[in-house]
């Protein structure tokens, strides 16, 4: 019986040690459509399973912050990479922006409302009695692009209190897409993949800061990490960030 039970047990040490390896990384809900095929590729090949978790980047920050074991964190904006490197809580040798995206105004797809973004354009009588979604300018990447741009363009204190402030930017989607509110600001990849939604125009790029998503691996996660932010870097996964609408960055 002794003997059985050995070799029982060195039986499913082999087997635990054969388990395949897994990365768990975290990234900002705008992300979601693309990475799952991005690390479905690299897993094909790699042969190293990758978990994703999304949220808004400053919710998955603040949980890295607190211990949370992600092996690669992946932001809508620099501000988010920067407060952990600040913390060091990244490995900075492996820090990137990966893409960039554009910012949009939407509508629900059977809306008839047209708006032309410019200088002082009417946005809040334009809304009517209706308010506007978007991320929560004090946390969420795509809030904080948005209140940049309306300052910018002149409009920010007729319409600042009449925010719907999601926790991410999927979520200010989903308001616009259930015709909860006439109108919101997100990224032109996430207007890409929901058909309930429509694009009334897209900001001037030079209304806010770029948008960027840096990718790095946390402080003492696995060394796939590191290759896995290689791969989304490079050529292979670039027909994939680009399908799904995201721009490539100048060299």
Known sequence: MALCAAVFLQTAAMA????????????AASLTNVLNELSSAW???????VRTSFAASSVLARQIEAGGKADAFISADQEWMDYLQSRNLIDKATRRSLVGNRLVLIAPADSK??????PGFDLAGTLGKGRLATGDPDTVPVGRYARSALITLGVWDGIQDRLVRADNVRSAMTFVALGEVPLGIVYATDAKVDSRVRIVDTFPENTHPPITYP??????????AREFLEFLAGPRASDIWVKYGFLELKK
Not at 43 to 49: E, F, I, N, W
Not at 113 to 118: P, V, Y
Not at 216 to 223: E, L, N, P, Q, Y
């Open 16 to 27: 635990g040690e054969r388990k395949p390896p897994e990365l768990l990384v975290f990234a």
């Open 43 to 49: 897993s094909a090949t790699s042969g190293v399973h």
């Open 113 to 118: 409302l047209e708006l032309t973004i410019a």
């Open 215 to 224: 990718g790095a691996a946390i402080k003492g996660s696995r060394g796939e």
